[in-house]
């Protein structure tokens, strides 16, 4: 049996990975553009209110925990590793018309990775995506960020979703 002609790749979650490679190309790519045209603090001015600057991320989300010494490289690789592996074994066994579930888990995959890429090769995760307004700036991202973000908000509006409001009332009867 040829696997992308089977049920495999074409009725089960699987079929989402071509998704999470593109995002996790695009998000690589642009890291290694970034890291050989900038240098370290370096920013370009793309809008009044967005440059691409460089930064590198020790810690997590916001920086969370960036200074605490070396230990959380290795803490958020592991959770990264396992949060990828049981999203990825929840996206295979999901069906083919769970859509919304399944481009959400694809995203968080993507992100989970890319920023798992990072750690493991330089022991930060390159950021560059700036976004501000006058005096106020959110912290520096990247497209791996991005992509866990977008998920994160659709995995919380599937939770809420009429098909699964109706599968839970459903269950109760």
């Not at 240098?39 to 960036?66: C, I, K, M």
């Not at 592991?78 to 399944?102: D, E, F, G, H, N």
């Not at 930060?124 to 700036?130: A, E, I, K, Q």
């Amino acid at each position: 049996m040829h696997l992308f002609k089977g049920r495999l790749f074409t009725e089960t979650g699987w079929r989402w990975w071509w998704l999470v490679l593109l995002v996790l190309v695009a998000d690589q790519l642009s890291k290694v553009w970034v890291i050989q045209n900038f240098s370290l603090g370096e920013s370009v001015s793309l809008l009044p209110v967005f440059n691409f600057t460089y930064a590198r991320n020790y810690g997590a989300a916001f920086s969370f925990l960036g200074d605490a010494g070396g230990w959380q490289r290795w803490f958020f690789t592991l959770i990264a590793v396992v949060v990828s592996i049981v999203l990825a074994v929840w996206l295979s066994r999901l069906a083919k018309t769970q859509l919304k579930l399944s481009l959400a888990l694809s995203l968080i995959i993507s992100g989970a990775i890319g920023n798992l890429i990072d750690r493991s090769l330089y022991g930060y995760v390159v950021d560059f995506l700036h976004v501000f307004y006058q005096n106020w700036h959110y912290p520096i991202f990247n497209i791996a960020d991005c992509a866990i973000s977008i998920g994160a908000v659709l995995l919380i509006w599937d939770s809420f979703s009429s098909e699964n409001q109706n599968a839970t009332s459903g269950d109760k009867q």
